[in-house]
């Protein structure tokens, strides 16, 4: 399989997002600048974390505009994989790819951090290495990880375990002192109806290797691979 990294201008995690694949997984990886058109050939794209655009009208919301993302869009439309990391998962949401929002932490501040998420479904792409309820320690780093949707689409999201990733303490125990940023339900990682778009506020291609503090997000990519190898 292969995979591919959008840079939008203002992508500050798409070097990580490569080494995790190229000298971790040892996958195939290629970057893909946001003014490409065709995505034929790869398997899974990632949209990686930064500051697209300089985030200055709304996180993500000019970004959904760059050429690449009618390709993303095509992608996933195929069945194609599509994970979206931080900014990413922001731009997804806005796009329309994945239900509900992203907006500023509660306090407006900035966090960034270790935090323990819980897998809330591991039979996805994203997650068939974990176990369920398996707690997991990834780092991460925003000011508008907040997420957001109306009732009747929470409602929705959670009757089709659409979501995969909740903050937790260090016991697995959802509860909001736990909860970093104000999200609803403590939602963390979502993915899309289909199953094979995912996006996720917590960054995975921070935690592969255990002298970065921990390697637990090399199973959500990891994952990947397992399911399309």
């Known amino acids: 399989m292969k995979f591919g990294v959008v840079i939008f201008p203002g992508s500050n995690c798409d070097q990580d997002a490569y080494f995790a694949v190229r000298d971790v997984l040892k996958q195939p990886v290629e970057y893909i600048w946001h003014q490409e058109t065709d995505l034929d050939g790869y398997d899974c794209i990632i949209l990686p974390g930064g500051f697209s655009y300089g985030d200055y009208l709304r996180t993500g919301a000019v970004a959904k505009f760059s050429p690449v993302m009618n390709a993303v869009s095509e992608h996933a439309a195929k069945g194609g994989r599509l994970i979206g990391i931080c900014n990413g998962f922001q731009i997804l949401c806005e796009s329309g790819l994945l239900p509900g929002a992203l907006i500023s932490n509660n306090g407006l501040r900035f966090i960034c951090k270790y935090v323990n998420v819980r897998v809330a479904n591991n039979k996805t792409d994203f997650t068939n290495l974990c176990t369920d309820g398996q707690v997991l320690s990834i780092p991460i780093a925003h000011h508008g990880g907040n997420y957001y949707a109306d009732p009747e689409t929470i409602k929705k999201i959670e009757d089709n375990n659409q ?25 963390a990682g979502i993915i899309n109806e289909k199953g094979n778009v995912a996006g996720m506020m917590p960054h995975p291609e921070r935690a592969v290797e255990s002298i970065l503090g921990s390697d637990d997000g090399k199973l959500i990519l990891q994952s990947i691979v397992e399911r399309l190898s």
């Not at 995969?164 to 609803?184: H, Q």
């Open 163 to 187: 979501v995969i990733l909740r903050y937790c303490d260090e016991a697995g125990n959802v509860t909001a002192e736990a909860n970093p940023n104000g999200s609803i339900n403590n939602i």
